[in-house]
């Protein structure tokens, strides 16, 4: 009887161990960087460091035109990053050290008859054109190389749009995480062809290109699994996770 209480017991921390290891193993596969339908895609926990969330104190969206993967139905594309909601002249700060390989400084908003024209290409030709994203709709932006060793064999960009003004960086600039880069605006958008001070915003994006593609973070991934990957991935001052 003694020896049967103790085959039971074993069994049932066998069993809770089994369950524990399972429960692990669902928790790694979900959070993935990108691409959830793919056994390769990199997980959390093989990046080197936590991103700094660019905003102090801002909270991240739930809403899910807001995240990734959202349909840009006024431009024929998907959103391939944050949108983070504040209000014009906010502070914004670099993700993770790197060096600056676009400081779109000069950026002037075209007037509205303009910015519809090239709205008008994007829905002829049912995308979004490079040019019009990179020259047009990102408004003044700062790109930053973080180069190979945030995420072995994927070289790591973050991009910063609609700014209203960059902090005195160019083009060669080496950057910490954590410095001041520049201001939370609206160029690049409607209501910066406008001409108003509407919808004021930071779109942010976190990019990993190898020599097959280049993913953006939380590609193919659903909004929870992003939102539970943020709270891990994610750190900042007055950071308010969900």
């Given at each position: ?7 039971t ?14 429960e ?10 990108f ?10 926990e ?9 905003v ?7 809403k899910?035109?807001l995240?990734p993967?959202?349909?840009?139905s ?5 959103h ?17 050290d790197?060096?600056i ?10 007037d ?15 995308k979004t054109?490079?040019?019009?994203y ?18 072995a064999?994927?070289r790591?960009?973050?991009?910063y ?14 950057v910490?995480?954590?410095?001041l ?7 690049g ?18 990019h ?9 973070l ?13 709270n ?11």
């Amino acid at each position: 009887m003694k020896n049967k209480f103790i085959i039971t017991i074993s069994l049932l921390i066998f069993s809770c161990a089994s369950n524990n290891n399972l429960e692990i193993s669902q928790e790694s596969f979900e959070l993935k960087l990108f691409n959830s339908f793919s056994q390769n895609s990199p997980k959390y926990e093989d990046v080197k460091e936590k991103i700094l969330f660019p905003v102090k104190g801002a909270i991240l969206t739930k809403k899910p035109n807001l995240l990734p993967n959202a349909e840009r139905s006024y431009r024929n594309g998907i959103h391939e990053g944050v949108d983070i909601v504040v209000p014009f002249m906010t502070p914004v700060y670099a993700s993770l050290d790197g060096i600056i390989v676009v400081a779109n400084t000069e950026y002037q908003d075209v007037d509205i008859e303009s910015y519809e024209r090239f709205l008008k290409t994007t829905d002829i030709m049912k995308k979004t054109p490079m040019d019009i994203y990179s020259h047009i709709l990102l408004g003044k932006h700062i790109i930053i190389d973080h180069g190979f060793e945030y995420l072995a064999n994927y070289r790591t960009t973050s991009t910063y749009a609609h700014l209203e003004k960059i902090n005195s960086k160019k083009v060669g600039d080496v950057v910490k995480k954590g410095d001041l880069i520049g201001y939370v605006g609206n160029t690049g958008t409607k209501y910066g062809a406008l001409n108003n001070l509407l919808g004021a915003h930071l779109h942010w994006e976190i990019h990993f290109e190898n020599e097959i593609s280049k993913y953006y973070l939380g590609q193919n991934i659903t909004n929870e699994d992003f939102l539970k990957l943020s709270n891990k991935l994610f750190e900042g001052e007055g950071y308010e996770k969900n």
